[in-house]
């Protein structure tokens, strides 16, 4: 079945630094990929998003690439601030059909201090 | 709009009593999941609706969980008898064109 792969945590990083996180999948079809992020005491929010290979999304300095020769999505940001810390996840939404059923990566705790 | 909303946003109750956790959807979304988080299995998937219907439940733990949606603009996960391995925080989530929008949970501690 589709799954989500990504790097476990905490990644414990200094404001500033570069960030890579992880993300493959396994999935039939074409899926749509995506990162939310949850702030500490809230939901989860769409960062970003990309809907087919090659497709970068972007967001609030954050970037990732839709691979589908490796089935990856990494999430990059160049210099992170302590208020990035948060759990940030990964996901696939199953391409064609009408259901928007998305499937989770267990996420990643990142932490940035000052 | 206001967003996904739930109720409780915490809830403390003993073992055996019944838990009734409430959603209201973003308007206009056809799509309304029910998610649970927990430390050990991180974000599960309990049960989603489309257009007020269940497709598909097979998240759902045990007979004790049942979720309803009534109408469009409202719904339910029950749980009944509650146990202490059912503490988690549960999310209600709604979508239109794949972005789902979570609300902020619901903490359930059961004792």
């Known amino acids: 079945g589709n799954s989500v792969t990504q790097m476990e945590g905490p990644v414990t990083l200094s404001e500033e630094a570069f960030l890579t996180i992880n993300c493959t999948y396994t999935?039939?079809?074409?899926?749509?990929l995506f990162w939310y992020v949850q702030y500490p005491g809230e939901g989860l929010q769409l960062l970003l998003k990309?809907?087919?290979?090659?497709d970068k999304g972007s967001n609030k300095g954050f970037e990732a690439t839709y691979r589908k020769e490796t089935t990856s999505f990494h999430l990059e940001k160049g210099s992170v601030q302590v208020s990035d810390s948060a759990v940030y996840f990964c996901a696939l939404s199953e391409g064609g059909g009408a259901t928007n059923k998305l499937i989770f990566g267990t996420g990643t705790l990142l932490a940035v201090q000052p | 709009d206001a967003g996904v909303i739930q109720s409780p946003r915490h809830e403390v109750t003993e073992m055996g009593q019944e838990v009734t956790l409430r959603c209201k959807p973003i308007s206009g979304h056809d799509y309304l999941f029910w998610y649970r988080q927990t430390m050990m299995r991180g974000l599960e998937l309990l049960i989603y609706?489309?257009?007020?219907?269940?497709?598909?439940d097979s998240g759902m733990p045990e007979d004790r969980f049942s979720a309803k949606m009534p109408n469009a603009s409202f719904s339910t996960l029950k749980i009944q008898p509650s146990e202490p391995r059912d503490s988690a925080v549960y999310f209600c989530?709604?979508?239109?064109?794949?972005?789902?929008?979570f609300g902020e949970g619901s903490r359930l501690t059961v004792l």
């Open positions: 999935a039939t079809g074409y899926p749509s």
């Open positions: 989530a709604s979508s239109l064109a794949r972005e789902l929008f």
């Open positions: 609706f489309n257009n007020n219907v269940p497709i598909d």
């Open positions: 990309a809907t087919k290979a090659d």
